[in-house]
């Protein structure tokens, strides 16, 4: 639980910042304090595509990530090892979570060596949006978009000078820091430094792996499962002639964390650790009118190196559970441009051109020769667009193709059976067209769809194996999805002045994706194998999203989720097909409901997840049960002229740790056994924790 | 049964020169102990001790679907009748994913590799109620133990469990029945071979005979992603009277490396045939292969056929009668920058002149098991995953005479998930 001295220290640390801050203002005069204004008008309202935008400025203890920030939105899932810090994978409209594409300002971070982004990995301190592209994603975020994409976009500078601080704390040794400036001018700033850590030693219901047996459950304590991390950002940006503009940002991230294991009793770790950096280097330089009053460029520049090291010296019962010490690194470095140009006042081509090199090396410390041959891979896209407005701008109608192509290469050549025996190059190219459509009916009814074609490369460790336990698949396709949704946006702003801010907004979208040549981590005999599964994997669903907003004082809203996925046509696991995919539920509502009233506001959350089957074969009985988590929180500030925020918030309200887990089988019909609440490959997840934030923001 | 002094001093100081690398005396070789003659009476009045097993006429198969996608895995638990191969699926479809089968005095055992337990049910009792135990203890955590092999010892409550994660002095548990809630109650320690760095001999199959539990030991590498054999395998006899591995001679070195399995030589239980991997990872190099060893003068009688001539590594050996034995082996070929895992299949030999027969299945990406029933007249083979080109043989559990040339027929039994492991009771 929250620690009081972490409190005190917490407190005491924030009022010696606010003090600081005030003499600055009298030392600089008059600074007017101003509200944390809106986040720009995204991409939400006029978009085809279904898409959700989050505002991450919001400090808190208990936010160390994106993770922690998108998890009760419409076609979001979140999947985490538990308690904060911990890895956590994310799956729109159900798909797998290699199948998200995650883009910080239009750099990819899904790179060829791994397939899943770890949003853990993801601070928030530097971002001002999150934006959740459930369907057909943008043009240019559509490269390996095949589940949908998150686009993660940095603060900017803003006119005047802005210091942001905050400290927090929280259970489980959660504990963070972050301070922030912003300035704006024709020189703009944004800069930001946050640190967040816990110990993560929460208390967890331990079955000690025996699910009939009860007289050794016991509760336990996590192990293994701190965290630290912090984050750099800094964004410059500074105009050009001509309204031109060009902008540098450099993002950098540290974490050191524990790796707990399993947790069952006697299958945790003590030393087991892992190391991530990463370096983003990234600049733009945008011009209109470069080629003629209506053609507008832009030109994007990254570098990206990232480095992961893995420790487990006594080979402690985590990863293989053998002895291990890996150093593996990624070095990335692309370049994009785009081209626009307006055709009269209703039409806007798009352009896009994109390239991108990515180096893998992998290293195993303790074993040389078993080492994979680093990896490389050559990307580039060729993308145009059309922005075309119809019947007084009231239709919007985007088609758009983009070309794709990929070069990978394992060296020196590698040959498995039967299938590419030439050597290790893997090339593929593959175009992706797409259509979205939006339709402004009235003044409050907005009808828009979008349908596309696209695909997903395999990693180059599902290429060419780990060089341990995923073997080596020169030959896998590429995954390719038919997306498509349809949904309507209802508007409803009364002009009463006596309801002035109230606002109503009510959508739903149908959704459906076929996926073809699903890759999966499948066994034989020796170890896994990236596999194409033969038939498809289909999705169908519907998102109801509800958002209230009453005046000042009353906010709520209601995401639902449901999902009916079916495996179809193939059969590569015995029974599977005709079956719903294990893990991803059919049913998955969050909701949130906030009064205000002054400088003081308090909020109650409800996230419910219905059952998720365990096994591809839906075996009766064998099945995680519904669960429902409930927070709860207050705030006060900003009081005045002094621009602190306190805000206190419980989650897990009711310390739901033990679930009752199906017994399946004909010998436990009806039968329940004791079992904690888990989430992704059963680990456990924490019970009730509270986390405390002082925040300086003006 | 009668001991031998000299033999029990000669073989202690080659345990203490195994364990400790050092002894008064030189060191005696097998060939030396195999002079000396056997610690133990194993005439075949001997053997076979305990109750008589009844006639089989179910196999008992476990199922997997492997985690993946950040789901953990599962397991079922399903009978198939001998006679009319009537599939009972999913009696228990609680038991782990990693897991593993016997059936012994009218019990089915299965172990949970992840998790360190053993379940017993009696299927007497429609399965019901099974019994729940760890296979470990308050200091050495049976989570890690990863238990390979378990077997009931006649005549008593007790069950001897192979712990394939554990260091030399806990590679073997004993387990009393009648206390479950103790785990493991006595810890067998196993000779450490010299060269194996990690101190996990790799305790794996076991096999009773003549008041002996006989355990393959494996002795491999796991200090790398290979799981390099560090030398020959072993076959370490446990005395079931002393709890204790036997004194006289109990440390039979093989001519092959990383023995798995084992199966009778005819219809006595102390002349078996060994299935040695090898080198499992690297195309057959002649480290490996079916080995014939005689438990009574508790020595190896040499490779049948190697691995090499098999063109694969044998992970199992069922045989039906002393000239016709089936091998479910792993085909890897000859690769560069690394050699190539091909896939499983499942082919014939007589063990008698040590030829190949031929093939039995295609190849699979997944074999799980070939195994000849109890009254030798059936093969089942446990198809997990097919060859993912081919996509054959398909997912299932084929049954075929046991002649040595039927291959597998069109269509396998749906036993619910992949097939694992199986037993017959």
Known sequence: MLDRRTILLTIGALLAL???????????GTVEVEAEREVEEGPEVDAPAAVTVIDARRPSARVSSVADLIEREAGVQVRSTGGLGAFTSVSIRGSDPTQVAVFLDGVPLQHAASAVVDLSQLPVGGLER???????????????????????????????????????????????????????????????????????????????????????????????????????????????????????????????????????????????????????????????????????????????????????????????????????????????????AAVGAHELWTLFASAEVEHFRPDDLLYPRGNPAPSTRVRAALAVGDDVRLLHDRLALTPALRLDAALSHLSPGLDVRGQQESGANSASAFASPRLGARYRATSWLTVRGSAGYLQRLPTAIELFGDGAFILPRPSLRPETALSGDLGARLEFAPRSPTLSATRVTLEGNLFSRQISDYIALVPSSHALAAQNLPGEVRFLGVEAIARLRVATWLTASLDYTFLHTLAAGGDLAANTDGKELPGVPRHRVGGRVQLAGGPFSCFYEALRTGDVWRDPQNSDGNFIPARTLHALGAAAGPFGRLPLTLTVEVRNLADLRVVDLPLGGLIHVGETTPYPLVDRYDYPLPGRALYATLALQN | MTRNTTTTLAATCTFALLAASGCGTPAMTAADMAKIGPAVDLAPENLDIGTPVPVATNAVVTTVAFGSMGNPGSGHLTTVGLTDQKVTKAIDTSIGSDNFVRAEGGKVLVLDHTNGTLRVYDPKAGFKAPVEIKTGDMTQKAATSNP???????????????????????????????????????????????????????????????????????????????????????????????DAVDTTMGVITLMGANPNGFSRDGTGCDIVLTADAGSQFKAPDGGGGIERVDLTLRKSLGMVIKDSDLKGHPREISAKSKTLAYANLTLIE????????????????????????????????????????????????????????????????????????????????????????????
């Open chain 2, 334 to 425: 000859k690769g560069a920058p690394m050699d190539k895992f091909i896939g499983n299949q499942v082919v014939a030999i007589d063990p008698s002149t040590g030829k190949l027969l031929g093939t039995i299945s295609q190849v699979g990406s997944f074999i799980a098991f070939a195994q000849v029933s109890p009254d030798k007249s059936q093969l089942f083979v446990g198809v997990h995953d097919p060859d993912f080109v081919t996509m054959m043989p398909k997912i299932g559990v084929y049954v075929v005479p046991a002649d040595g040339t039927t291959k597998l027929g069109a269509t396998p039994l749906d036993i619910g998930q992949g097939p694992y492991a199986i037993a017959f009771y």
């Open chain 2, 148 to 242: 390979h092999d378990v077997a009931l010892v006649p005549a008593s409550s007790k069950a001897l469990v192979t712990l394939y994660g554990n260091d030399a002095a806990h590679a073997v548990g004993l387990i009393d029945l009648a206390t479950p809630a103790m785990g493991v109650v006595k810890w067998i320690a196993l000779p450490q071979a010299m060269k194996d760095p990690d101190g996990k001999p790799e305790a794996s199959e076991i096999h009773l005979c003549g008041g002996f539990a006989f355990v393959t030991v494996q002795d491999l590498d796991e200090t790398n992603f290979a799981f390099t054999p560090t030398g020959p395998g072993r076959i370490i006899a446990i005395d079931l009277a002393k």
């Open chain 1, 18 to 28: 606010a003090t600081a801050r005030a003499r600055a203002q009298i030392k600089l």
């Open chain 1, 130 to 340: 999150i934006e959740i592209y459930r369907g057909v994603p943008p043009l240019e975020l559509s490269s390996q978009a095949i589940g949908g994409a998150i686009h993660l976009v940095s603060r900017r500078g803003r006119p005047g000078a802005h210091l942001r601080a905050a400290i927090g704390g929280g259970s489980f040794g959660a504990r963070s820091a972050s301070v922030g400036y912003a300035s704006g001018g024709r020189l703009s700033v944004d800069a930001s430094a946050a640190y967040h850590g816990a110990r993560g030693d929460f208390t967890y219901y331990d079955y000690s792996g025996t699910l009939i047996d009860h007289t050794d459950d016991h509760p336990a304590s996590r192990r293994n499962n701190a965290f630290d991390q912090v984050a750099l950002d800094v964004t410059l940006g500074s105009a050009l002639a001509r309204r031109g503009r060009v902008s540098i940002g450099s993002h950098g991230f540290l974490k050191i964390q524990g790796v707990p294991g399993r947790g069952t009793d006697g299958a945790g770790s003590r030393d087991a650790r892992l190391s991530t950096g990463r370096l983003i280097l990234d600049g733009s330089v945008e011009q209109p009118g470069i080629l003629g009053p209506a053609i507008d460029l832009r030109i994007d520049a990254h570098l990206v190196y990232g480095r992961t090291l893995f420790s487990n010296a006594r080979g402690e019962p985590v990863g293989s559970y053998l002895p291990a010490s890996t150093d593996s690194a990624t070095i990335a470095a692309g370049l994009r441009g785009r081209l626009q």
